[in-house]
């Protein structure tokens, strides 16, 4: 009886020996990074997105300008102001001499991915502690309040 346990004993040890070398190696690989954020990471100044070149041009677009304050009236004002001050969201009072037009687009646009993945639309998040909520804005729509920021930047 004794010796008929250890033999069992002795038997599955030698099984999970066997075995232990099979293991997949694979187990601990990260996932790949999806293929378009990767993309646009090569230039984080930009963030991640649809909007990899934006054209700026002087002297500012009044029709642009009109259009971007009426969509900042109806869906960015509750949660920004125009000066430095925080409320919800920070203040936007010079915003485009901080960042690229382009990593605003796409923080406009494409804020859940850059709340997840740009370094710098996360320390706002660590600042603010609520996550901007998507806004549905076109990329077009975007463009007209990147315009109204420039104005409100003092651009001429
Ligand atoms: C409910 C509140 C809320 C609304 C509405 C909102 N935002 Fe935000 N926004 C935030 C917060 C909070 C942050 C900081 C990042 C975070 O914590 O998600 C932010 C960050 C930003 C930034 C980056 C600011 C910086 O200093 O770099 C931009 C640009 C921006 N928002 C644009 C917009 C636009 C454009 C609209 C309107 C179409 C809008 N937001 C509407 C809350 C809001």
């Known amino acids: 009886m004794t010796t008929a346990k250890y033999l069992i004993g002795a038997s599955v040890a030698a099984l999970m020996l066997a075995c232990a070398p099979d293991k997949p190696a694979s187990i601990t690989e990260k996932p790949d990074l999806n293929k378009s954020a990767v993309e646009a990471i090569t230039d984080?100044?930009?963030g991640i997105g649809a909007v990899k070149k934006v054209t700026l041009n002087t002297p500012l677009e009044q029709d642009r300008i009109?259009?971007?304050l009426a969509i900042y009236e109806m869906k960015c004002l509750s949660c920004h102001k125009l000066d430095e001050t925080r409320i919800v969201g920070p203040g936007w009072k010079n915003i485009t001499k901080n960042r690229k037009p382009e990593w605003i687009m796409n923080m406009i646009t494409n804020v859940d991915v850059m709340l997840?993945?740009?370094?710098?639309?996360?320390?706002?998040?660590e600042l603010c502690l609520m996550r901007m909520p998507n806004q549905n804005v076109s990329i077009g729509d975007a463009r007209d309040i990147l315009e109204f920021m420039r104005q409100n930047d003092g651009e001429k």
């Open 66 to 68: 009109k259009r971007g």
């Open 116 to 125: 997840d993945q740009d370094p710098e639309a996360q320390k706002l998040l």
């Open 44 to 46: 984080p100044t930009k």
